[in-house]
């Protein structure tokens, strides 16, 4: 037999798991604007592949990621292709392709790839989005 005091318990408990879920939709109201940037290896040639992602310091804003291209450019995406990021601070992790990294007009060179950059708290990278386009300054990987 239910007494009242549960029969509450249990309907809030239902209604904060109701709540939960939908804060975990696509739907979370926040704008983003575009964000293009490049990665630069510490000789000032481009990193040619990989992946680069943007960590909201504060963990309020979901994450942004693009693909590094052969220039080392990239362009940020958070929900749709090219869409940006939310304004704010972000820490940064670079993932780069498997295999060796390739440096423009030449062969393919062995690089060994500095792992701190792997995890967006040890690489010591951060930018900042403003409310605006944003053209980042090279990052260096040094």
């Given at each position: 037999?239910?007494?009242?005091?549960?029969?509450?318990?249990?309907?809030?408990?239902?209604?904060?798991?109701?709540?939960?879920?939908?804060?975990?939709?696509?739907?979370?109201?926040?704008?983003?604007?575009?964000?293009?940037?490049?990665?630069?290896?510490?000789?000032?040639?481009?990193?040619?592949?990989?992946?680069?992602?943007?960590?909201?310091?504060?963990?309020?804003?979901?994450?942004?990621?693009?693909?590094?291209?052969?220039?080392?450019?990239?362009?940020?995406?958070?929900?749709?292709?090219?869409?940006?990021?939310?304004?704010?601070?972000?820490?940064?992790?670079?993932?780069?392709?498997?295999?060796?990294?390739?440096v423009?007009?030449?062969?393919?060179?062995?690089?060994?790839?500095?792992?701190?950059?792997?995890?967006?708290?040890?690489?010591?990278?951060?930018a900042?989005?403003?409310?605006?386009?944003?053209?980042?300054r090279?990052?260096?990987?040094?």
């Amino acid at each position: 037999m239910r007494t009242p005091i549960t029969q509450s318990f249990a309907l809030l408990l239902s209604a904060s798991l109701l709540a939960a879920a939908g804060c975990q939709g696509s739907d979370t109201p926040f704008t983003t604007y575009p964000v293009k940037g490049k990665i630069l290896l510490a000789n000032g040639k481009p990193l040619t592949k990989g992946r680069v992602t943007f960590v909201a310091a504060d963990g309020l804003r979901p994450p942004a990621s693009g693909e590094i291209g052969p220039d080392g450019g990239f362009s940020l995406t958070t929900r749709a292709d090219g869409d940006g990021a939310a304004p704010g601070e972000y820490k940064i992790r670079i993932e780069p392709a498997s295999g060796p990294v390739r440096v423009p007009a030449t062969r393919a060179v062995p690089t060994r790839f500095p792992v701190k950059y792997i995890d967006e708290d040890s690489s010591n990278l951060a930018a900042v989005v403003k409310a605006e386009p944003n053209e980042l300054r090279p990052i260096t990987l040094k």
